[in-house]
DNA sequence: CGATGTCATTTTGTTGACAATTTTCCGGTA
DNA sequence: TACCGGAAAATTGTCAACAAAATGACATCG
Protein backbone atom coordinates (compact mmCIF):
# COMPACT_ATOMS: atom_id res chain seq x y z
CA UNK A 1 0.00 0.00 0.00
CA UNK A 2 2.98 2.34 -0.52
CA UNK A 3 1.07 5.69 -2.68
CA UNK A 4 4.33 7.31 -1.67
CA UNK A 5 6.82 4.61 -2.31
CA UNK A 6 9.94 5.29 -4.95
CA UNK A 7 8.67 4.67 -8.58
CA UNK A 8 5.80 5.94 -8.08
CA UNK A 9 7.30 9.74 -8.99
CA UNK A 10 7.27 8.37 -12.41
CA UNK A 11 3.27 7.13 -11.86
CA UNK A 12 2.61 10.22 -10.66
CA UNK A 13 4.23 12.27 -14.17
CA UNK A 14 2.63 9.77 -16.15
CA UNK A 15 -0.64 10.15 -15.10
CA UNK A 16 -0.49 13.78 -14.68
CA UNK A 17 1.31 14.38 -18.46
CA UNK A 18 -1.77 11.50 -19.54
CA UNK A 19 -4.73 13.93 -17.93
CA UNK A 20 -2.70 17.38 -19.96
CA UNK A 21 -2.53 15.16 -23.41
CA UNK A 22 -5.97 13.80 -23.18
CA UNK A 23 -7.10 17.68 -22.69
CA UNK A 24 -8.69 17.03 -19.03
CA UNK A 25 -6.27 19.49 -17.50
CA UNK A 26 -6.86 22.44 -19.93
CA UNK A 27 -4.46 24.97 -20.53
CA UNK A 28 -3.22 27.62 -17.63
CA UNK A 29 -4.98 25.53 -15.37
CA UNK A 30 -2.82 25.71 -12.21
CA UNK A 31 -1.09 23.00 -10.57
CA UNK A 32 -0.96 23.79 -6.70
CA UNK A 33 1.47 21.97 -5.02
CA UNK A 34 -0.28 21.35 -1.80
CA UNK A 35 -3.53 20.27 -4.42
CA UNK A 36 -1.13 17.74 -5.55
CA UNK A 37 0.07 16.50 -2.33
CA UNK A 38 -2.93 15.84 -1.22
CA UNK A 39 -4.43 13.84 -4.72
CA UNK A 40 -1.51 11.60 -4.87
CA UNK A 41 -0.29 11.26 -0.80
CA UNK A 42 3.05 12.72 -1.94
CA UNK A 43 5.64 14.94 0.24
CA UNK A 44 6.11 18.74 -0.97
CA UNK A 45 9.66 17.62 -2.29
CA UNK A 46 8.58 14.48 -4.80
CA UNK A 47 5.92 16.77 -6.00
CA UNK A 48 8.01 19.44 -6.89
CA UNK A 49 10.50 16.96 -8.89
CA UNK A 50 7.31 15.80 -10.71
CA UNK A 51 6.52 19.48 -11.88
CA UNK A 52 10.26 20.52 -12.84
CA UNK A 53 9.97 16.87 -15.19
CA UNK A 54 6.71 17.91 -16.61
CA UNK A 55 8.06 21.76 -17.12
CA UNK A 56 10.57 19.97 -19.04
CA UNK A 57 8.57 18.05 -21.15
CA UNK A 58 7.17 21.43 -22.11
CA UNK A 59 3.51 20.42 -20.93
CA UNK A 60 3.99 22.65 -18.09
CA UNK A 61 5.18 25.91 -17.66
CA UNK A 62 6.90 27.12 -14.27
CA UNK A 63 6.95 30.33 -12.96
CA UNK A 64 9.06 31.53 -10.32
CA UNK A 65 7.54 32.10 -6.70
CA UNK A 66 3.99 31.75 -9.02
CA UNK A 67 3.58 28.28 -9.29
CA UNK A 68 3.01 25.40 -11.97
CA UNK A 69 0.80 25.85 -14.87
CA UNK A 70 -0.50 23.93 -17.46
CA UNK A 71 1.43 25.19 -20.52
CA UNK A 72 -0.22 27.54 -22.89
CA UNK A 73 1.70 27.45 -26.45
CA UNK A 74 2.20 30.65 -28.52
CA UNK A 75 0.82 30.70 -32.17
CA UNK A 76 4.82 31.30 -32.61
CA UNK A 77 5.48 28.39 -30.54
CA UNK A 78 2.56 26.06 -32.21
CA UNK A 79 4.48 26.76 -36.01
CA UNK A 80 7.18 26.02 -34.62
CA UNK A 81 6.08 22.61 -33.11
CA UNK A 82 4.40 21.74 -36.31
CA UNK A 83 7.68 22.59 -38.92
CA UNK A 84 9.66 20.53 -36.78
CA UNK A 85 7.02 17.80 -36.84
CA UNK A 86 7.13 17.74 -40.44
CA UNK A 87 11.25 17.64 -40.84
CA UNK A 88 11.04 14.71 -37.63
CA UNK A 89 8.05 12.71 -39.29
CA UNK A 90 10.11 12.21 -42.74
CA UNK A 91 12.77 11.76 -41.47
CA UNK A 92 11.16 8.66 -39.27
CA UNK A 93 9.17 7.95 -42.71
CA UNK A 94 11.78 7.49 -44.44
CA UNK A 95 13.88 5.52 -41.45
CA UNK A 96 11.03 3.11 -40.87
CA UNK A 97 10.10 2.13 -44.58
CA UNK A 98 13.78 0.16 -43.97
CA UNK A 99 12.79 -1.76 -40.89
CA UNK A 100 8.84 -2.19 -40.48
CA UNK A 101 7.91 -5.73 -40.04
CA UNK A 102 4.49 -7.33 -40.37
CA UNK A 103 4.69 -7.98 -36.27
CA UNK A 104 5.20 -3.72 -36.63
CA UNK A 105 3.11 -3.22 -38.87
CA UNK A 106 0.27 -5.31 -36.97
CA UNK A 107 1.24 -2.93 -34.25
CA UNK A 108 0.35 0.10 -35.70
CA UNK A 109 -2.80 -1.82 -37.11
CA UNK A 110 -4.14 -2.67 -33.79
CA UNK A 111 -3.53 1.15 -32.48
CA UNK A 112 -5.42 2.79 -35.68
CA UNK A 113 -8.64 -0.65 -34.70
CA UNK A 114 -8.54 0.67 -30.92
CA UNK A 115 -8.93 4.21 -32.53
CA UNK A 116 -11.24 3.45 -34.53
CA UNK A 117 -13.15 2.66 -31.90
CA UNK A 118 -12.57 4.47 -29.43
CA UNK A 119 -14.17 7.81 -31.76
CA UNK A 120 -16.96 5.01 -32.69
CA UNK A 121 -17.95 5.33 -28.75
CA UNK A 122 -17.56 8.70 -28.54
CA UNK A 123 -14.38 8.09 -26.61
CA UNK A 124 -12.67 11.84 -27.89
CA UNK A 125 -10.10 11.23 -24.83
CA UNK A 126 -8.94 7.71 -25.81
CA UNK A 127 -8.91 8.64 -29.21
CA UNK A 128 -6.36 11.66 -28.94
CA UNK A 129 -4.04 9.52 -26.68
CA UNK A 130 -4.17 6.53 -29.35
CA UNK A 131 -3.32 9.04 -32.51
CA UNK A 132 -0.39 10.11 -30.38
CA UNK A 133 0.65 6.60 -29.61
CA UNK A 134 0.45 5.56 -33.58
CA UNK A 135 3.41 8.97 -34.10
CA UNK A 136 5.22 7.49 -31.31
CA UNK A 137 4.74 3.79 -32.28
CA UNK A 138 5.68 4.83 -36.04
CA UNK A 139 9.54 6.75 -34.16
CA UNK A 140 9.81 3.10 -32.29
CA UNK A 141 10.24 1.36 -35.50
CA UNK A 142 12.24 3.67 -37.19
CA UNK A 143 14.84 2.16 -34.25
CA UNK A 144 16.81 5.67 -33.01
CA UNK A 145 16.15 6.90 -29.66
CA UNK A 146 16.91 10.25 -29.85
CA UNK A 147 14.34 10.55 -32.45
CA UNK A 148 11.52 8.62 -30.50
CA UNK A 149 12.39 11.28 -27.74
CA UNK A 150 12.29 14.29 -29.86
CA UNK A 151 8.97 12.70 -31.53
CA UNK A 152 7.27 11.95 -28.09
CA UNK A 153 8.23 16.09 -27.28
CA UNK A 154 6.61 16.93 -30.31
CA UNK A 155 3.47 14.77 -30.06
CA UNK A 156 2.63 16.07 -26.63
CA UNK A 157 3.28 19.66 -27.05
CA UNK A 158 0.89 19.08 -30.55
CA UNK A 159 -1.92 17.51 -28.64
CA UNK A 160 -1.82 21.06 -26.63
CA UNK A 161 -1.28 23.05 -28.98
CA UNK A 162 -4.49 21.49 -30.48
CA UNK A 163 -6.30 21.91 -27.61
CA UNK A 164 -5.55 25.74 -27.35
CA UNK A 165 -6.07 26.87 -31.10
CA UNK A 166 -8.31 23.79 -32.35
CA UNK A 167 -11.88 24.04 -33.02
CA UNK A 168 -13.69 21.59 -31.22
CA UNK A 169 -16.24 20.34 -34.12
CA UNK A 170 -15.11 18.82 -37.43
CA UNK A 171 -14.49 15.68 -38.38
CA UNK A 172 -12.38 13.27 -37.10
CA UNK A 173 -9.78 11.94 -39.85
CA UNK A 174 -6.77 10.36 -38.20
CA UNK A 175 -7.78 7.05 -38.59
CA UNK A 176 -8.20 7.49 -42.66
CA UNK A 177 -4.78 8.95 -42.66
CA UNK A 178 -3.13 6.47 -40.37
CA UNK A 179 -4.48 4.00 -42.45
CA UNK A 180 -2.95 5.23 -45.46
CA UNK A 181 0.27 5.56 -44.15
CA UNK A 182 0.15 1.68 -42.62
CA UNK A 183 -0.46 1.09 -46.10
CA UNK A 184 2.27 3.03 -47.71
CA UNK A 185 4.49 1.53 -45.23
CA UNK A 186 3.42 -2.23 -45.56
CA UNK A 187 4.10 -2.17 -49.64
CA UNK A 188 7.36 -0.24 -48.59
CA UNK A 189 6.61 2.65 -50.68
CA UNK A 190 8.58 5.60 -49.37
CA UNK A 191 7.46 8.23 -51.26
CA UNK A 192 4.13 7.54 -50.65
CA UNK A 193 4.02 7.37 -46.88
CA UNK A 194 5.92 10.77 -46.57
CA UNK A 195 3.57 12.27 -48.81
CA UNK A 196 0.63 11.11 -46.84
CA UNK A 197 2.29 11.86 -43.37
CA UNK A 198 3.29 16.02 -45.23
CA UNK A 199 -0.28 16.28 -45.88
CA UNK A 200 -1.62 14.22 -42.54
CA UNK A 201 0.23 16.88 -40.57
CA UNK A 202 -0.50 20.25 -42.89
CA UNK A 203 -4.20 19.23 -42.51
CA UNK A 204 -3.89 19.12 -38.93
CA UNK A 205 -2.20 22.24 -38.79
CA UNK A 206 -4.44 23.75 -40.86
CA UNK A 207 -7.25 23.26 -38.79
CA UNK A 208 -6.01 25.50 -36.23
CA UNK A 209 -6.74 29.49 -35.43
CA UNK A 210 -3.57 30.42 -35.57
CA UNK A 211 -4.42 33.87 -36.48
CA UNK A 212 -2.44 35.85 -34.33
CA UNK A 213 -5.07 38.05 -33.10
CA UNK A 214 -7.31 35.14 -31.59
CA UNK A 215 -5.10 33.34 -29.42
CA UNK A 216 -4.80 34.90 -26.01
CA UNK A 217 -4.99 38.97 -24.70
CA UNK A 218 -6.89 39.69 -21.61
CA UNK A 219 -4.05 41.97 -20.71
CA UNK A 220 -3.59 43.64 -24.02
CA UNK A 221 -6.84 44.40 -25.18
CA UNK A 222 -7.09 46.95 -22.08
CA UNK A 223 -3.68 48.22 -23.12
CA UNK A 224 -5.52 48.51 -27.12
CA UNK A 225 -8.78 50.03 -25.82
CA UNK A 226 -6.81 52.45 -23.52
CA UNK A 227 -5.61 54.09 -27.03
CA UNK A 228 -8.77 54.29 -28.60
CA UNK B 1 30.29 39.36 -4.07
CA UNK B 2 26.61 37.37 -4.23
CA UNK B 3 28.69 33.98 -5.67
CA UNK B 4 25.53 31.95 -3.92
CA UNK B 5 22.82 34.49 -5.56
CA UNK B 6 19.58 33.27 -7.82
CA UNK B 7 20.46 33.57 -11.33
CA UNK B 8 23.89 31.80 -10.58
CA UNK B 9 22.63 28.58 -10.65
CA UNK B 10 22.49 28.97 -14.77
CA UNK B 11 25.60 30.11 -14.62
CA UNK B 12 27.07 27.05 -12.66
CA UNK B 13 24.97 25.10 -15.30
CA UNK B 14 27.00 26.68 -18.04
CA UNK B 15 30.08 26.75 -16.47
CA UNK B 16 29.95 22.29 -15.89
CA UNK B 17 28.16 22.33 -19.31
CA UNK B 18 31.01 24.14 -21.54
CA UNK B 19 33.86 22.18 -19.22
CA UNK B 20 32.45 19.06 -20.36
CA UNK B 21 31.73 20.04 -23.66
CA UNK B 22 35.69 21.39 -23.87
CA UNK B 23 36.60 17.48 -22.88
CA UNK B 24 38.09 19.24 -19.48
CA UNK B 25 36.10 17.03 -17.61
CA UNK B 26 35.97 13.57 -19.05
CA UNK B 27 33.45 10.85 -19.98
CA UNK B 28 32.88 9.19 -16.13
CA UNK B 29 34.47 11.92 -14.15
CA UNK B 30 32.29 11.41 -11.07
CA UNK B 31 30.58 15.15 -10.31
CA UNK B 32 30.72 15.01 -6.49
CA UNK B 33 27.82 17.31 -4.69
CA UNK B 34 29.62 17.92 -1.60
CA UNK B 35 32.93 19.21 -3.79
CA UNK B 36 30.52 20.83 -6.16
CA UNK B 37 29.35 22.89 -3.41
CA UNK B 38 32.61 23.90 -1.63
CA UNK B 39 33.77 25.00 -5.53
CA UNK B 40 30.60 27.11 -6.28
CA UNK B 41 30.10 27.73 -2.90
CA UNK B 42 26.46 26.60 -3.07
CA UNK B 43 23.88 24.68 -1.16
CA UNK B 44 23.56 21.12 -1.45
CA UNK B 45 20.04 21.60 -2.49
CA UNK B 46 21.49 23.98 -5.15
CA UNK B 47 24.34 21.98 -6.76
CA UNK B 48 21.72 18.76 -7.10
CA UNK B 49 19.17 21.26 -9.25
CA UNK B 50 22.14 21.65 -11.50
CA UNK B 51 23.36 18.37 -11.70
CA UNK B 52 19.06 17.43 -12.64
CA UNK B 53 19.58 19.93 -15.27
CA UNK B 54 22.84 18.72 -16.71
CA UNK B 55 21.30 15.18 -16.32
CA UNK B 56 18.50 16.47 -18.34
CA UNK B 57 20.71 17.85 -20.88
CA UNK B 58 22.19 13.84 -21.34
CA UNK B 59 25.59 15.26 -20.84
CA UNK B 60 25.59 13.55 -17.33
CA UNK B 61 24.21 10.88 -15.99
CA UNK B 62 22.53 10.39 -12.33
CA UNK B 63 22.77 6.81 -11.43
CA UNK B 64 20.81 6.70 -8.44
CA UNK B 65 22.01 6.57 -4.52
CA UNK B 66 25.84 6.54 -6.94
CA UNK B 67 25.93 9.79 -7.70
CA UNK B 68 26.25 11.96 -10.49
CA UNK B 69 29.04 11.14 -13.84
CA UNK B 70 29.86 12.51 -17.27
CA UNK B 71 27.83 11.20 -19.14
CA UNK B 72 29.80 8.06 -21.37
CA UNK B 73 27.70 7.47 -24.59
CA UNK B 74 27.02 3.78 -25.83
CA UNK B 75 28.24 3.08 -29.69
CA UNK B 76 24.73 2.25 -29.97
CA UNK B 77 23.72 6.27 -28.91
CA UNK B 78 26.68 7.98 -30.83
CA UNK B 79 25.09 6.07 -34.34
CA UNK B 80 21.64 7.32 -33.11
CA UNK B 81 23.11 10.73 -32.31
CA UNK B 82 24.53 11.10 -35.66
CA UNK B 83 21.70 9.76 -37.61
CA UNK B 84 19.71 12.02 -35.85
CA UNK B 85 21.83 15.32 -36.69
CA UNK B 86 21.88 14.64 -40.27
CA UNK B 87 18.18 14.48 -40.36
CA UNK B 88 17.90 17.49 -38.12
CA UNK B 89 20.76 19.36 -39.82
CA UNK B 90 19.30 18.76 -43.40
CA UNK B 91 16.23 20.61 -42.08
CA UNK B 92 18.14 23.19 -40.82
CA UNK B 93 20.42 24.06 -43.82
CA UNK B 94 16.82 23.88 -45.66
CA UNK B 95 15.51 26.58 -43.77
CA UNK B 96 18.38 28.90 -43.08
CA UNK B 97 18.62 28.88 -47.00
CA UNK B 98 15.54 31.30 -47.45
CA UNK B 99 16.40 33.16 -44.27
CA UNK B 100 20.46 33.84 -44.20
CA UNK B 101 20.96 37.56 -44.31
CA UNK B 102 24.75 39.49 -44.89
CA UNK B 103 24.27 39.93 -41.18
CA UNK B 104 24.11 36.43 -39.99
CA UNK B 105 26.25 35.24 -43.00
CA UNK B 106 28.85 37.65 -41.15
CA UNK B 107 27.97 36.17 -37.56
CA UNK B 108 29.06 32.59 -39.38
CA UNK B 109 32.10 34.10 -40.73
CA UNK B 110 32.91 35.56 -37.60
CA UNK B 111 32.76 31.89 -35.44
CA UNK B 112 34.76 30.36 -38.47
CA UNK B 113 37.29 33.01 -38.26
CA UNK B 114 38.09 32.83 -34.37
CA UNK B 115 37.97 28.82 -34.80
CA UNK B 116 40.95 29.04 -37.56
CA UNK B 117 42.80 31.43 -34.91
CA UNK B 118 42.34 29.25 -32.24
CA UNK B 119 43.25 25.89 -33.85
CA UNK B 120 46.18 28.56 -35.10
CA UNK B 121 47.27 28.99 -31.37
CA UNK B 122 46.77 25.12 -30.89
CA UNK B 123 43.99 26.02 -28.65
CA UNK B 124 42.06 22.80 -28.91
CA UNK B 125 39.29 23.65 -26.28
CA UNK B 126 38.24 26.51 -27.86
CA UNK B 127 38.65 25.42 -30.80
CA UNK B 128 35.49 22.51 -30.20
CA UNK B 129 33.35 24.96 -28.73
CA UNK B 130 33.10 27.19 -31.87
CA UNK B 131 33.09 24.44 -34.33
CA UNK B 132 29.55 23.68 -32.11
CA UNK B 133 28.66 27.52 -31.96
CA UNK B 134 28.80 27.42 -35.63
CA UNK B 135 26.00 24.61 -35.78
CA UNK B 136 24.25 26.64 -33.23
CA UNK B 137 24.37 29.90 -35.25
CA UNK B 138 23.55 27.84 -38.57
CA UNK B 139 20.10 26.75 -36.07
CA UNK B 140 19.47 30.04 -35.19
CA UNK B 141 19.34 31.34 -38.25
CA UNK B 142 16.76 28.75 -39.33
CA UNK B 143 14.91 30.57 -36.99
CA UNK B 144 12.64 27.84 -34.96
CA UNK B 145 13.25 27.54 -31.25
CA UNK B 146 12.10 24.15 -31.44
CA UNK B 147 14.30 22.97 -33.87
CA UNK B 148 17.55 24.95 -32.37
CA UNK B 149 16.34 23.23 -28.65
CA UNK B 150 17.06 20.26 -30.76
CA UNK B 151 20.12 20.93 -32.47
CA UNK B 152 21.57 22.37 -28.91
CA UNK B 153 21.01 19.07 -27.61
CA UNK B 154 22.92 17.02 -30.13
CA UNK B 155 26.14 19.38 -30.80
CA UNK B 156 26.47 19.12 -26.81
CA UNK B 157 26.10 15.23 -27.19
CA UNK B 158 28.33 14.54 -29.91
CA UNK B 159 31.01 16.38 -28.38
CA UNK B 160 30.89 14.02 -25.72
CA UNK B 161 30.95 10.96 -28.33
CA UNK B 162 33.78 12.52 -30.16
CA UNK B 163 36.00 12.51 -26.64
CA UNK B 164 34.84 9.19 -25.76
CA UNK B 165 35.36 7.40 -29.50
CA UNK B 166 37.40 9.81 -31.47
CA UNK B 167 41.08 9.47 -32.17
CA UNK B 168 43.05 12.41 -30.35
CA UNK B 169 45.39 13.22 -33.53
CA UNK B 170 44.48 13.72 -37.41
CA UNK B 171 44.24 16.64 -38.92
CA UNK B 172 40.98 19.46 -38.15
CA UNK B 173 38.95 19.94 -41.06
CA UNK B 174 35.62 21.86 -39.24
CA UNK B 175 36.90 25.11 -40.49
CA UNK B 176 37.30 24.15 -44.34
CA UNK B 177 33.86 22.42 -44.16
CA UNK B 178 32.29 25.69 -42.59
CA UNK B 179 34.01 27.52 -45.07
CA UNK B 180 32.33 25.60 -47.91
CA UNK B 181 28.97 25.37 -45.93
CA UNK B 182 29.00 29.44 -45.87
CA UNK B 183 29.79 29.86 -49.12
CA UNK B 184 26.70 27.96 -50.23
CA UNK B 185 24.56 29.62 -48.19
CA UNK B 186 25.97 33.00 -49.44
CA UNK B 187 24.81 31.54 -53.03
CA UNK B 188 21.74 30.39 -51.47
CA UNK B 189 22.43 27.11 -53.28
CA UNK B 190 20.33 24.74 -50.79
CA UNK B 191 21.92 21.49 -52.29
CA UNK B 192 25.29 22.48 -52.68
CA UNK B 193 24.46 23.42 -48.95
CA UNK B 194 22.68 20.20 -47.53
CA UNK B 195 25.42 17.94 -49.75
CA UNK B 196 28.51 19.88 -48.10
CA UNK B 197 26.54 19.57 -44.60
CA UNK B 198 25.85 15.71 -44.69
CA UNK B 199 29.24 15.43 -46.44
CA UNK B 200 30.99 16.71 -43.04
CA UNK B 201 28.31 15.24 -40.80
CA UNK B 202 29.22 12.01 -42.23
CA UNK B 203 33.09 12.48 -41.96
CA UNK B 204 33.34 13.30 -38.36
CA UNK B 205 31.70 10.14 -37.78
CA UNK B 206 33.71 8.24 -40.28
CA UNK B 207 36.55 9.51 -37.87
CA UNK B 208 35.29 8.13 -34.62
CA UNK B 209 36.21 4.46 -33.53
CA UNK B 210 32.81 2.66 -33.35
CA UNK B 211 34.12 -0.83 -33.12
CA UNK B 212 31.61 -2.64 -30.55
CA UNK B 213 34.71 -3.82 -29.42
CA UNK B 214 36.67 -0.50 -28.65
CA UNK B 215 35.06 1.49 -26.81
CA UNK B 216 34.59 0.52 -22.80
CA UNK B 217 36.00 -2.39 -20.86
CA UNK B 218 37.92 -1.54 -18.07
CA UNK B 219 35.90 -4.59 -16.30
CA UNK B 220 35.61 -6.21 -19.31
CA UNK B 221 39.51 -6.30 -20.13
CA UNK B 222 40.20 -7.61 -16.51
CA UNK B 223 38.05 -10.59 -17.30
CA UNK B 224 39.17 -11.37 -20.61
CA UNK B 225 42.85 -11.03 -19.42
CA UNK B 226 42.15 -13.54 -16.78
CA UNK B 227 41.61 -16.14 -19.42
CA UNK B 228 45.30 -15.64 -20.96
C1' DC C 1 -17.56 54.38 -7.33
C1' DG C 2 -12.90 53.33 -8.29
C1' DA C 3 -8.10 53.54 -6.89
C1' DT C 4 -4.54 52.86 -3.61
C1' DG C 5 -2.17 51.14 0.41
C1' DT C 6 -1.76 47.98 4.25
C1' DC C 7 -2.13 43.66 6.58
C1' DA C 8 -3.34 38.63 7.11
C1' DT C 9 -3.32 34.41 4.66
C1' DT C 10 -1.77 31.28 1.44
C1' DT C 11 1.74 29.48 -1.52
C1' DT C 12 6.37 28.86 -3.02
C1' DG C 13 11.47 28.56 -2.03
C1' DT C 14 15.42 27.26 0.92
C1' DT C 15 18.01 25.31 4.44
C1' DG C 16 19.89 22.12 7.69
C1' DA C 17 19.34 18.04 10.26
C1' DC C 18 18.39 13.20 9.90
C1' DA C 19 17.85 8.54 7.46
C1' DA C 20 19.39 5.24 4.00
C1' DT C 21 22.68 3.60 0.94
C1' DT C 22 27.13 2.90 -0.90
C1' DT C 23 32.01 2.84 -0.61
C1' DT C 24 36.22 2.16 1.86
C1' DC C 25 39.11 0.07 5.01
C1' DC C 26 40.79 -3.66 7.80
C1' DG C 27 41.39 -7.97 10.02
C1' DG C 28 40.58 -12.88 9.68
C1' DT C 29 40.77 -17.15 7.09
C1' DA C 30 42.00 -20.75 3.86
C1' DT D 1 48.33 -13.96 -1.67
C1' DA D 2 43.61 -13.87 -2.67
C1' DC D 3 39.16 -13.75 -0.77
C1' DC D 4 35.37 -12.86 2.30
C1' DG D 5 32.67 -10.53 6.03
C1' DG D 6 31.77 -6.40 8.71
C1' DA D 7 32.31 -2.13 10.94
C1' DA D 8 33.41 2.85 9.89
C1' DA D 9 33.35 6.67 6.88
C1' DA D 10 31.61 9.12 3.21
C1' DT D 11 27.95 10.11 0.05
C1' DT D 12 23.27 10.48 -1.46
C1' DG D 13 18.19 10.83 -0.44
C1' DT D 14 14.34 12.73 2.34
C1' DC D 15 11.69 15.58 5.16
C1' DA D 16 10.02 19.13 8.18
C1' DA D 17 10.63 23.59 9.87
C1' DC D 18 11.67 28.20 8.50
C1' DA D 19 12.06 32.31 5.24
C1' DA D 20 10.37 34.85 1.31
C1' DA D 21 7.09 36.09 -1.89
C1' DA D 22 2.50 36.50 -3.88
C1' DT D 23 -2.44 36.63 -3.31
C1' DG D 24 -6.62 38.33 -1.45
C1' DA D 25 -9.37 41.02 1.88
C1' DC D 26 -10.31 45.20 3.75
C1' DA D 27 -10.07 49.94 4.99
C1' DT D 28 -8.97 54.52 3.48
C1' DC D 29 -8.81 58.25 0.35
C1' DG D 30 -9.71 60.93 -3.85
Given at each position: ????????????????????????????????????????????????????????????????????????????????????????????????????????????RAIVEEDRQALAR???????????????????????????????????????????????????????????????????????????????????????????????????????????
Amino acid sequence: MNEGGKGSERAIFEEIHTAIIERRLQPGTKLGEEALCEIYELSRGQVRRVLVELSHSKVVELRPNRGAYVAQPSVREARNVFEARRALEAAIVERAIDRVTTSTLNRLRAIVEEDRQALARGDREASIKLSGDFHLCLAEIAGNDVLTGFQRELVSRSSLIIATFGEADGPECSVEHHGGIIEALEFRDGRAASCLMEAHLVHIEGRLRLDVDAGKSPPDLKAILSRG
